[in-house]
T-cell receptor, first 114, second 113 residues
Framework: ETGVTQTPRHLVMGMTNKKSLKCEQHLGHNAMYWYKQSAKKPLELMFV???????ENNSVPSRFSPECPNSSHLFLHLHTLQPEDSALYLC?????????????FGPGTRLTVT | KQEVTQIPAALSVPEGENLVLNCSFTDSAIYNLQWFRQDPGKGLTSLLLIQSSQREQTSGRLNASLDKSSGRSTLYIAASQPGDSATYLC????????????FGKGTHLIIQP
């Protein structure tokens, strides 16, 4: 148990659907992250939130919309996705200051876009 | 932009062997480096964190070393077991918590019983 939970664990959606991924951390951290892991590619950073403020948007298409209502919760809102967006989406958290604390990852949401 | 290379890409050995997994990175100005394992279809489990001021860290049968100036880290696994089969990922932290981690493609490890 890593202290970072993600729901749902699996999601199948059509290209016209709207869905949301949820991440919750129980570690008292102040930074949260979304990463994407596609087949045969390294994990790619998507978004970073520090103290609920977005500090990084790694050139992610606007069909992915993050939301961080507080330091414990992070959402990824999805709309009009493409089949190439099918991937494992991972959430992580850390203390987030410049000392570079350890990142803890959730189990991921396996997304399939049909 | 940080780039991470892991060698070998895949490794299959009989159990009991001692192993060395290699990681190199292009930007040596890092805060720390983490090693993770990932089981198929699962999230990442943190194995070791080495701060930039440290040379190595140990946890059980695992030992990770860091040579920041040359942009290299190694993960040493002693007396390998079938349960060690997984993909191993290294991730240097170039920007503190604000920039996230940069990952390589990992080393896919199979330990044969």
């Amino acid at each position: 148990e890593t202290g970072v939970t993600q729901t749902p664990r699996h999601l199948v959606m059509g290209m016209t659907n709207k869905k949301s991924l949820k991440c919750e951390q129980h570690l008292g951290h102040n930074a949260m992250y979304w990463y994407k892991q596609s087949a045969k590619k390294p994990l790619e950073l998507m978004f970073v939130y520090n103290f609920k403020e977005q500090t990084e948007n790694n050139s992610v298409p606007s069909r992915f919309s993050p939301e961080c209502p507080n330091s414990s919760h992070l959402f990824l809102h999805l709309h009009t996705l493409q089949p190439e967006d099918s991937a494992l989406y991972l959430c992580a958290s850390s203390q987030g200051d410049r000392e570079g604390y350890e990142q803890y990852f959730g189990p991921g949401t396996r997304l399939t876009v049909t | 932009k940080q780039e991470v290379t892991q060698i070998p890409a895949a490794l299959s050995v009989p159990e009991g062997e001692n192993l060395v997994l290699n990681c190199s990175f292009t930007d040596s100005a890092i805060y720390n480096l983490q090693w993770f394992r990932q089981d198929p279809g699962k999230g990442l489990t943190s194995l070791l964190l080495i701060q930039s001021s440290q040379r190595e860290q140990t946890s059980g049968r695992l030992n990770a070393s860091l040579d920041k100036s040359s942009g290299r880290s190694t993960l040493y696994i002693a007396a390998s077991q079938p349960g060690d089969s997984a993909t191993y990922l290294c991730a240097p932290d170039s920007g503190g918590g604000a920039d996230g981690l940069t990952f390589g493609k990992g080393t896919h490890l199979i330990i044969q019983p």
